[in-house]
């Protein structure tokens, strides 16, 4: 079992800036991948960026620019620099591991607000 706590989430007006973290804790040995997804009101979940262990790294076209993912290996942490940010940015952002046995873990997911 792979622990995510996700933190960092808040109310920011348009332009603003925020940092997401994800902290991974439990049987992390042999994760491939991690990343962020966000999921809007009545919407589907997305995929926001991810990045593997090699440091590949993927974004969606909408924050391609604006937002940077990183993590720090030796605290298991994933990181989610969020800048320009934009009200159609605002939703539940999920952190999400996936291991070297295809199994995914979910985080409980932090809200973002970002207002006009």
């Known amino acids: 079992q792979v622990r995510l706590v996700e933190s960092g989430g808040g109310s920011v007006q348009a332009g603003g800036s925020l940092r997401l973290s994800c902290a991974a804790s439990?049987?992390?040995?042999?994760?491939?991948?991690m990343g962020w997804y966000r999921q809007a009101e009545g919407v589907q979940r997305e995929l926001v960026a991810s990045?593997?262990?090699?440091?590949?790294?993927n974004y969606a076209d909408s924050v391609k620019g604006r937002f940077t993912i990183s993590r720090e290996n030796a605290k298991s942490t994933l990181y989610l620099q969020m800048n320009s940010l934009k009200p159609e940015d605002t939703a539940v952002y999920y952190c999400?591991?996936?291991?070297?046995?295809?199994?995914?873990?979910w985080g409980q997911g932090t809200r973002v607000t970002v207002s006009s």
């Open positions: 999400r591991v996936l291991k070297s046995s295809n199994t995914a873990y």
């Open positions: 439990g049987s992390i040995f042999g994760i491939v991948a």
């Open positions: 990045i593997t262990n090699g440091g590949s790294t």
